[in-house]
């Protein structure tokens, strides 16, 4: 599928400075609509506070963060009294499901608080939405403490598509799920991307999910994005880093799984 | 489709065209309660009619759900065969949500029984306040043979963390002991002006001011203060451990979590609360003095004269002797409902409130037991 790429969010000379600790400084990002953005690197190189400071939880110290409206699929369909955090859905690194409310409440929140609907209606909504994330009906009354780490992360994913965002943020969302269950979740944000038209920025580790899922890969390397662009591309570029990651043990073995599906 | 260019968005409409069902407008979360009505009046679809998406515009989940609901699953999970030329992305939409809705999407709901659930929640409370009893007879026992086991062993006593106890549960708890004794002790001082003045016994202030003070309210103010101030903190401070996992952390490192946390805590209060219940005692003879002074014009030798005629020194041991018993108590049920803490938040602030109502329940509890006792023993 051929498709013009057109650019969502325009993130320019952003800088995120702590004290003297600097995490991002000049750093340039472009993600299109429709795509499924991997975001990797090294332990501490900023890649959640991104994530934070482009849906609004952290303010930048320096550069802007554009979200270009027009390029959204629906803009008119936004209603006036709503943040622009609407179009957004994020996914948690541990859920962060409320504790206090039950599965099938937690989904229904966004439903009831934002879009106002009746409590009856948006709970047969956010049921279909537990449907859609692969979750059994006897899991909606449950509360988020006698869930399973995966069942977690597609509760939290129902959440997060509560209010139909059309770009998703999801922060390392297959850290701590066994590898068939990593698998499942890879195979899950596919079918929900290509079904509901997501773009979709996804801060992870996991080589197997960049393989499986990624149309694009941003490295981010000494406080900026060393390189953004197709994964054999990324994987091509001889910075030391990504040498390592890519081509070390584990990156050859998820190439080769990656390979092998694709020939058979 | 012209909805491109307009920027109010149109909600959905279904229109009968001759042989043919034409939906249109906008299908989104935005006009869910409006689609709905429109849903319910249309009805349902016979299943040979012709649908025409075509003039479709916007369309998200829970727009999805509502043609599913008006067109049935089946229908919808066979869209390629009769609405071939729609959008890809717009078929696998409508596919992926109705075959969501093709299972059954509401949770089993166990059949109700009011009498049998009303005993059952009988029995059930019953059963829990028992197992809270013995696991509190049980955390006691472990705490005391925690102490026994490091009581000989000055290499295993927990000085720095003692310290530290002391300081927050004792220390910084000075000043508001002293401030809330003082207003109490001001309080009785004046109930007494007023009612003993009205038989011209006004003197006798003085001796109830002491009495109550040295007996009773000294300990029971600070142990009441302790148990909202300390109690709680000792079982949010555990709770958030225990849901964090450090416990058993604690537990795999071969190291003993009561000997760890809970020994230190008990010690800091069991000696704490004295001193904390002598500052009461102070607090609230010099609130007594202030209301002597002021209104009923006695001296302050007078006053401490009166004290030291009239109140044998037994009383201030009768009102100490109950502070380590009290402090003991509520250390222990603070650090016993961070022990019962499961994982989520929600707990955490259960058992931080039941630690407090526990403990002042428990030490009004005691309080009484024993002034019935001393009073009995004539003491």
């Known amino acids: 599928m051929t498709r013009e790429a057109k650019t969502l969010i325009q993130i320019r000379g952003l800088a995120n400075r702590f004290g003297k600790l600097v995490v991002h400084e000049n750093l340039d990002l472009d993600i299109h609509q429709g795509e499924i953005l991997g975001v990797v690197g090294g332990s501490g190189t900023g890649k959640s506070v ?155 580790h996991d080589l197997d999910t960049l393989y499986t899922a990624c149309d694009r890969v941003a490295v981010l390397e000494n406080k900026r994005v060393l390189v953004a662009d197709r994964l054999p591309v990324v994987a091509a570029h001889d910075n030391a880093w990504i040498q390592s990651y890519f081509h070390g043990p584990r990156g050859r073995a998820a190439r080769r799984a990656a390979d092998s599906l694709e020939n058979s | ?154 290499s295993r006593w927990r000085l720095a963390a003692l310290a530290m106890h002391i300081k927050q549960t004792g220390v910084d708890t000075i000043p508001i002991i002293a401030l809330l004794t003082f207003l109490v002790g001001a309080v009785v001082a004046f109930l007494g002006a007023t009612v003993l003045g009205e038989f011209g016994a006004g003197i006798y202030t003085v001796n109830l001011v002491g009495f109550s003070f040295l007996r009773e309210f000294g300990v029971v103010l600070a142990a009441i203060m302790l148990a909202g101030r300390t109690a709680s903190a000792f079982a949010a401070h555990i709770g958030s451990m225990k849901a964090n996992d450090e416990l058993d952390a604690i537990r795999v490192l071969g190291l003993n979590p009561i000997e760890l946390l809970v020994l230190p805590r008990v010690l800091a209060m069991v000696i704490t609360l004295p001193i ?61 409902e961070g022990f019962k803490v499961t994982g989520s938040a929600r707990s955490v602030g259960e058992h931080t409130t039941s630690s407090v109502v526990q403990s002042i329940f428990v030490v009004i509890l005691l309080d009484a037991v024993a002034a019935l006792f001393f009073m009995e023993m004539g003491w």
């Open chain 1, 50 to 204: 991104l994530l934070n400071c482009i849906v609004g939880l952290q303010k930048p110290s320096a550069g802007q963060v554009q979200v270009l409206t027009e390029h959204l699929q629906h803009p008119h369909t936004i209603p006036q009294t709503l943040d622009l955090a609407c179009p957004f859905g994020v996914l948690f690194q541990h859920g962060a499901l409320f504790s206090s409310l039950t599965v099938q409440q937690n989904v229904a929140l966004p439903l009831i608080e934002q879009a106002s609907l009746e409590r009856d209606d948006a709970e047969h909504l956010a049921r279909l939405k537990l449907a859609m994330t692969g979750l059994p009906p006897e899991a909606a009354l449950k509360y988020p403490a006698e869930l399973s780490g995966g069942m977690i992360k597609r509760t939290a994913l129902a959440r997060a598509l509560a209010l139909d965002p059309e770009v998703l943020f999801l922060d390392e969302p297959t850290a701590g799920l066994d590898p068939v269950g990593a698998a499942a979740f890879d195979e899950l944000i596919l079918t929900l991307k290509n079904a509901l038209g997501l773009t979709v920025f996804l801060v992870t």
């Open chain 2, 276 to 336: 904390l219940a002598f500052v009461g005692m102070i607090g609230g003879l010099l609130g007594g003095l202030m209301v002597c002074l002021l209104v009923l014009d006695i001296s302050i030798a007078q006053y401490f004269a009166i004290l030291h005629r009239d109140i044998p020194v037994h009383h201030l041991w009768v009102g100490l002797s109950k502070a380590p018993v009290f402090a003991f108590v509520i250390a222990v049920i603070g650090c016993l």
């Open chain 2, 1 to 154: 489709m012209s909805l491109g260019s307009t920027t109010e968005s149109q909600p959905g409409r279904i229109e009968q065209q001759a042989s043919d069902v034409c939906i249109s407008g906008d299908w989104t979360l935005l006009h869910y309660a409006k689609l709905k009505q429109v849903v319910a009046h249309a009805g349902e679809v016979p299943a040979n009619t012709s649908i025409n998406l075509q003039a479709l515009g916007v369309l998200d989940t829970a727009g999805a759900a509502l043609l599913v609901e008006l067109l049935g699953t089946e229908r919808l999970l066979r869209i390629s065969d009769w609405a071939p030329d729609l959008p890809e992305a717009r078929k696998a939409l409508l596919e992926t949500v109705a075959e969501a809705l093709s299972e059954p999407l509401n949770p089993p709901t166990p059949p109700k029984a009011p009498v049998t659930d009303f005993l059952a929640r009988v029995g059930a409370g019953t059963e829990d306040f028992w197992q809270q009893f013995t696991a509190l007879l049980g955390f006691i026992g472990l705490t005391l043979e925690a102490f026994a086991a490091t009581v000989f062993r000055p």
